[in-house]
């Protein structure tokens, strides 16, 4: 792996390419899901590694309910294993876990293991390791507008950031700002993923599928991502230089 570089960065994953990845070696999709379990593993140490300090994976999306029912067991099974079996580890590796997503439509046995995994994680302070499950971007920024009504609605218009604290409670946990956001799996799009929260990050597509992704891809998005210039809708610097020297 490259040098260690030492990023203060939000970077957000949309894990993509499990089910074909596993076609194409002719096994059953939820082979591609456990595959990309391990991807997991290995991108959080990554990420620790990296200096990243948050790190969101979009595991289930809210569209992802209208799957096979057995493929979404598989999934929820994998996740619940995840969390249990990796809660400790996490928290010894200075990871603080939260979930973000809808919980009302998660079974029992689900949010016991996030309750238990976000409070033996609590007071990890190296990375914030955020999943999405049944996550949907679009839902929770229309469940935070419903807030407005009661909360300073002409405040918020004027400083949008005033938004922020009712799009956390929508989503049970804080969002935040996106730095990079990488989408591993050859399409091109964001599928309703943070997308208030991603308004200024820089987007990295690659055809990767996710259960081949690993440490030195992460380190290279990030190579990809320094090499970028984020303006934020200003001008380049140089620009204002010579503009104002022709003034
Ligand atoms: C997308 O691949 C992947 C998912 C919908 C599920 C992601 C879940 C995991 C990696 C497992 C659990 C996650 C954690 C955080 C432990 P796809 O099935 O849409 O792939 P395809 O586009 O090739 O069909």
Known sequence: MQSKQRERLHVAIIMDGNGRWALRRGLPR?????????????VVEG?????????????FSSDNWSRPGSEVQSI????????RLEAERLQRR????????????LAKAVLREIDR???????????????????SSRDAIA???VGVNASLPNEISRSPDLFRPLLTQALGAEGGEVDLLIRTGGEKRLSDFLLWESAYAELLFT????PEFDETDLAAALEEFNRRERRFGAVPTNTVES???TV
């Open 30 to 42: 939820v082979a591609g899901h456990r595959a990309g379990v391990a991807t997991v593993r290995r």
């Open 47 to 59: 990420a620790l590694d990296l200096g990243i300090v948050r790190l969101t994976l979009y595991a």
């Open 76 to 83: 929820f099974w994998l996740l619940r294993a995840f969390l």
């Open 94 to 105: 200075g990871v603080r876990l939260n979930v973000i997503g809808r919980r009302d439509r």
């Open 117 to 135: 995994a976000e409070s033996m994680t609590a007071a990890g302070s190296c990375l914030h390791l955020c999943v999405a499950i049944d996550y």
């Open 143 to 145: 469940r935070a507008a």
């Open 207 to 210: 055809d990767r599928m996710w």
């Open 243 to 245: 503009v104002t020297s």
